[in-house]
């Protein structure tokens, strides 16, 4: 898979995600957009919303992130996020027993990603 | 000559000592694993934030650029950060931290600043104990550990901040225990405020696109560098703590073995005494009669 595009997507506690895909898209602060092998050098500050991660045309796994930034080479993609789940993993339950104790900040944040399922 | 209870008593003691500190290392390493773990997990993220930093101040006008990566053009008050553990019995672990921090503030009180000190974690602080008294800036305790919690570290780094622009003080330096291994730990001084920026980025020559302005980007990241780092310095002080206590108690149950092994053999030696006593006072005591 060496004509793919790198993906790390990393968060303070763990490297949730490091695999070749063939596209991806990411929530930029000004807006979504996409990268794909071969894309021009970019920073980008990122906002709360949803990556998907594309391969042979359709989405293979998607994440939810509350912000963060995006290291973009044309080799590879370096997303870096604070917090950060999988949308295919995680479950509702789950959620609602981490916002059992969470701040507001958390909570606005598990309300995204319960909608974004 | 010391008596046969006593001995005895000296024995069980020591033998229950060991019992102790032999449970503290078995929990030490258990937990070892998982805050190694945690440690190693954070790497990559404070790394990978290093050089996105790094490249983007290669790249930064050396004019406009926020004081939070350049740093002040007066440097007058400095705030050190000092990352010791909330526990004792880790061997030399609080009192490498004490040490380095004294020299540290030191040092900085020969180049004429003066020095605040925030201390997180308890027994630096009660190493230190007067010398910091009036330098204190602020403590927190139970931040480590499992209890080792980003948002927590956010609203840390938020205060610091805050008294940053303040101008409560000029620069911000952190001492804490790097993890390397089970038995090493390494004690860094890492300059937080201006940030630390490598040297050799090749990324001079690429040629980013930054959305939005560099400046903007730059902004939003420091603060959320300041927070990385302490973060990942708090997990590895907290991984480093459990390796230095393992360690340790490793040592003293094996001190305690040799202990109890010196003390059986004087307790025997006094034992066979006593009996030889005996038996001379029976057998002198007989060929009288």
Redesign the interface.
Same mark, same amino acid.
């Given at each position: 898979m060496t004509d793919g595009i790198k993906i @790390?997507l990393?968060?303070? #506690? @763990?490297?949730l995600f490091n695999e070749y895909a063939d596209m991806v898209i990411i929530p930029? #602060? @000004?807006g979504f957009f996409g990268v794909l092998p071969r894309h021009?050098?970019? $920073?980008?500050?990122l906002q709360r919303g949803k990556i998907d991660i594309y391969n042979n045309g359709s989405i293979t796994r998607r994440f939810f992130i509350d912000g963060g930034?995006a290291?973009v $080479?044309p080799e590879r993609v370096?997303i870096?996020a +604070?917090?950060a789940v999988d949308l295919d993993e995680i479950s509702i339950q789950k959620l609602e027993a981490e916002a059992v104790n969470a701040?507001s900040t +958390?909570t606005s944040f598990v309300n995204a990603v319960k909608e974004a399922i | 000559m010391a008596n046969l209870k006593d001995l005895k008593t000296r024995i069980n003691s020591v033998k229950s000592t060991q019992k102790i500190t032999s449970a503290m290392k078995m929990v030490a390493a258990a937990k070892l694993r998982r805050a190694q773990e945690a440690a190693e997990a954070g790497r990559p993220y404070s790394i990978r934030m290093q050089q996105v930093i790094s490249g983007l101040a290669a790249n930064a006008s050396k004019t406009n650029s926020p004081e939070l990566l350049v740093g002040r053009k007066e440097v007058k008050k400095h705030l050190l950060i000092v990352i010791s553990a909330d526990k004792g019995l880790c061997g030399g672990f609080n009192g490498t931290i004490a040490r380095q921090a004294r020299s540290e503030i030191k040092r900085l009180e020969d180049e004429g600043k003066s020095v605040l000190v925030f201390m997180v974690g308890k027994k630096a602080a009660d190493n230190l104990g007067r010398e910091i008294s009036k330098r204190t800036f602020d403590r927190v305790e139970n931040v480590q550990g499992s209890n080792v919690n980003y948002n927590e570290v956010q609203s840390i780094a938020e205060k610091i901040l805050t008294s940053f622009e303040q101008s409560q003080f000029d620069q911000v330096s952190m001492i804490y225990n790097q993890f390397v291994n089970a038995i090493t730990q390494n004690v860094v001084v890492t300059p937080l405020i201006p940030a630390h920026v490598e040297d050799d980025v090749e990324k001079d020559t690429i040629n980013y696109d930054y959305e939005p302005e560099e400046n903007e980007l730059l902004q939003s990241l420091l603060p959320r560098n300041l927070t990385t780092q302490i973060f990942s310095a708090l997990l590895e002080s907290s991984a480093a703590e459990l390796a230095a206590r393992m360690t340790a108690m490793d040592n003293a149950t094996r001190n305690a073995g040799d202990m109890i092994d010196s003390l059986t053999l004087v307790y025997n030696r006094t034992r066979q005494a006593n009996i030889t006593k005996e038996l001379i006072e029976i057998i002198s005591g007989a060929e009288a009669l």
């Open positions: @790390e990393v968060t303070p #506690s @763990e490297m930029g #602060s @000004e021009a050098a970019t $920073l980008a500050n930034v290291d $080479l370096i870096l +604070e917090r701040t +958390e | -």
